[in-house]
């Protein structure tokens, strides 16, 4: 069944307003939402321009705690993208149920193997240049595996280049239907949607690609459309 993930990210400014974003991703029936996990030592390495913003925003065990216990009180999933391994204890003992590993650290065997380890589904984004796009924009496609090895990861990721492979699709685009055309493409079981409650700085990491909710609310709708017009089609996982 297709799946719309809310990626709140970075996207806020303050407890309060994460918490909105859960709130709000739960009212219109997202079926999880996602946040980020990192240090001062990812900080350094980004836009000096956004390090203010991201150093604000840099959830601590509490806060992580706190988002916890809001999105139980709303009923929906949360998990987050780990930017170092050692967050992903964190993430265990926050009962998480899945993964998101940046593309960035696609090849990072350290973060790659301590999340093998759990045993738990993990999806990896991909910058993908020289896909078949039906919507001519620049997306990034995440793919799932229940079983791999990150010593074969380059090996496998160097022939994934087909949106028709893809798994799932990371929005990072301004246009509505262009995301609900891709919901249509065959074996995309899940999209990963920006959301925030607004667009205050779009210099900000995803803030440009980032929807209002009345926009994900439409993709939700179209998503139950297409669960009950298509019953999910298993694709044959890779076994390595």
């Given at each position: 069944?297709?799946?719309?993930?809310?990626?709140?990210?970075?996207?806020?400014?303050?407890?309060?307003?994460?918490?909105?974003?859960?709130?709000?991703?739960?009212?219109?029936?997202?079926?999880?939402?996602?946040?980020?996990?990192?240090?001062?030592?990812?900080?350094?390495?980004?836009?000096?321009?956004?390090?203010?913003?991201?150093?604000?925003?840099?959830?601590?065990?509490?806060?992580?705690?706190?988002?916890?216990?809001?999105?139980?009180?709303?009923?929906?999933?949360?998990?987050?993208?780990?930017?170092?391994?050692?967050?992903?204890?964190?993430?265990?003992?926050?009962?998480?149920?899945?993964?998101?590993?940046?593309?960035?650290?696609?090849?990072?065997?350290?973060?790659?193997?301590?999340?093998?380890?759990?045993?738990?589904?993990?999806?990896?984004?991909?910058?993908?240049?020289?896909?078949?796009?039906?919507?001519?924009?620049?997306?990034?496609?995440?793919?799932?595996?229940?079983?791999?090895?990150?010593?074969?990861?380059?090996?496998?990721?160097?022939?994934?280049s087909n949106l028709l492979k893809a798994d799932g699709y990371s929005?990072?685009?301004?246009?509505?239907?262009?995301?609900?055309?891709?919901?249509?493409?065959?074996?995309?079981?899940?999209?990963?949607?920006?959301?925030?409650?607004?667009?205050?700085?779009?210099?900000?990491?995803?803030?440009?690609?980032s929807y209002p909710f009345t926009d994900v609310l439409e993709l939700v709708r179209?998503?139950?459309?297409?669960?009950?017009?298509?019953?999910?089609?298993?694709?044959?996982?890779?076994?390595?």
């Amino acid at each position: 069944m297709k799946e719309i993930i809310c990626e709140a990210g970075v996207a806020w400014y303050s407890l309060k307003e994460a918490k909105e974003l859960i709130k709000l991703a739960s009212e219109v029936n997202c079926d999880a939402v996602k946040f980020q996990l990192y240090d001062k030592e990812i900080i350094k390495q980004v836009h000096p321009r956004w390090q203010k913003h991201l150093l604000k925003v840099m959830i601590t065990p509490k806060m992580a705690w706190e988002l916890k216990e809001e999105a139980d009180l709303r009923e929906i999933e949360l998990f987050f993208t780990p930017m170092k391994d050692y967050f992903v204890p964190l993430c265990e003992e926050l009962g998480v149920s899945r993964y998101k590993v940046r593309a960035k650290d696609g090849a990072n065997d350290k973060i790659l193997l301590a999340i093998r380890l759990t045993e738990k589904p993990c999806y990896v984004s991909r910058i993908n240049r020289d896909h078949f796009d039906p919507i001519k924009q620049k997306n990034f496609f995440s793919v799932y595996y229940d079983k791999w090895r990150p010593t074969k990861y380059i090996q496998l990721m160097s022939g994934y280049s087909n949106l028709l492979k893809a798994d799932g699709y990371s929005c990072h685009q301004p246009k509505l239907l262009g995301v609900m055309q891709t919901m249509m493409m065959p074996g995309i079981d899940y999209v990963e949607v920006h959301c925030s409650l607004d667009v205050r700085d779009k210099t900000l990491p995803d803030q440009a690609y980032s929807y209002p909710f009345t926009d994900v609310l439409e993709l939700v709708r179209w998503r139950d459309i297409l669960n009950k017009a298509s019953p999910r089609v298993s694709r044959p996982k890779f076994e390595l």
